[in-house]
């Protein structure tokens, strides 16, 4: 199946502070998205993005489908951007099964 | 809309014993996902319905687990003589028909967290 890698695995950034979160995907995908996971453990959807950029406010992602990548910016960091991000595929042939990457975990200290 | 609803959010229970969980799914949603997720890991994934019917199945869903959608509504998932490595957030998830907006858009529940003693 289709294999999804996540770097860095675990990031500490200072409040106000950016980063760049990476996906690198094994296969060609029709579907792609990126996940936030509060520290309660809600997984909550920020991006669906299988090719091109998108952004909704401080956060936006980049997926280059042809170079089997994705990429999620995180702006001004808050404390509240703490938790865990996932990115999850579909790959081309995958029928509807979304794989996801074990994530990485990020801590905003104030 | 609710959201997609899970119960019991948790379940501690007997090595042995049986347990089942249950998903509401968003009601115009005809898509239906169950997945596990371990401390530390990524959710992994169960099985997946479009309406009643039962489409795929991971090799991880052992003939211990079963998983129905009578009616294409809610979902039910039972685990049979639980094991102590079946201790996981049970996580349900759904999403629209083709060709609607948001279609493959996955929306998860807050999960069931099952613990076996």
């Known amino acids: 199946g289709i294999q999804v890698e996540q770097s860095p695995p675990d990031l500490i950034l200072q409040e106000g502070a950016n980063s760049t979160l990476r996906c690198n995907f094994s296969?060609?995908?029709?579907?792609l998205q990126w996940f936030h996971q509060n520290p309660w453990g809600q997984l909550i959807n920020l991006f669906y993005?299988?090719?091109g950029t998108k952004q909704n406010g401080r956060l936006s992602a980049t997926t280059v489908a042809t170079e089997r990548y994705s990429l999620l910016y995180i702006s001004s960091s808050q404390t509240t951007d703490s938790g865990v991000y996932f990115c999850?595929?579909?790959?081309?042939?995958?029928?509807?099964?979304?794989?996801f990457g074990i994530g990485t975990k990020l801590q905003v200290i104030p | 809309d609710t959201g997609v609803s899970q119960n019991p959010r948790h379940k501690i229970t007997k090595r042995g014993q049986n347990v089942t969980f249950r998903c509401d799914p968003i009601?115009?949603?005809?898509?239906l996902y169950w997945y596990r997720q371990t401390l530390g890991q990524g959710p992994e994934f169960l099985t997946y319905?479009?309406?009643?019917?039962?489409?795929?199945k991971s090799r991880l869903l052992s003939d211990r687990f079963s998983a129905e959608r009578p009616k294409g509504s809610f979902s039910t998932l039972e685990i049979q003589r639980t094991e102590q490595g079946d201790s996981a957030m049970y996580l349900c998830?759904?999403?629209?028909?083709?060709?609607?907006?948001?279609?493959?858009?996955?929306?998860f529940g807050a999960g069931s967290r099952l613990t076996v003693l």
């Open positions: 319905f479009q309406n009643e019917a039962q489409l795929e």
């Open positions: 998830a759904s999403s629209p028909r083709d060709r609607l907006i948001g279609a493959n858009v996955l929306t």
């Open positions: 296969d060609s995908v029709n579907n």
């Open positions: 993005i299988p090719s």
């Open positions: 009601s115009e949603h005809n898509r």
């Open positions: 999850a595929v579909v790959s081309i042939g995958g029928y509807q099964k979304v794989t």
